[in-house]
Nanobody
């Protein structure tokens, strides 16, 4: 059973930074996509960043490019989202997501690259609030 647990959310002023962590279990990092999504009240869930393995290629939404960085520590089965230069519009519940190549590597890469919310496994979310 895949389990994802996020942490690191909180309240910060605009221009500040936060680092989210997602500890996973029940899967191996080979042939996986790890993603971060967010959902603000009244809005659809949107992809923020993702990381495709093998290779560790990362993908970002245009709205966070240059400000957010996704990374991983395979030894700890942990994926991070470093968020810098935060803006009030970054306020949302942030979710970690994961999936493997059960539907094939082509589909997995497509989901990962396009930040589609078609992941099978999700964490419970961590709230990020940015005040102006």
């Amino acid at each position: 059973q895949v389990l994802l647990v996020e942490s690191g959310g909180g309240s910060v002023q605009a221009g500040g930074s936060l680092r989210l962590s997602c500890v996973g279990s029940g899967y191996t990092n080979s042939g996986t996509c790890m993603g971060w999504f967010r959902q603000a009240p009244g809005k659809e869930r949107e992809g923020v960043a993702s990381l495709y393995n093998p290779g560790g290629t990362s993908y970002y939404a245009d709205s966070v490019k240059g400000r957010f960085t996704i990374s991983q520590d395979n030894a700890k089965n942990t994926v991070y989202l470093q968020m810098d230069s935060l803006k009030p519009e970054d306020t949302a519940m942030y979710y970690c997501a994961a999936d493997g190549a059960g539907y094939g590597y082509s589909w997995l890469l497509k989901v990962c690259r396009e930040l589609r919310p078609n992941f099978r496994y999700w964490g419970q979310g961590t709230q990020v609030t940015v005040s102006s």
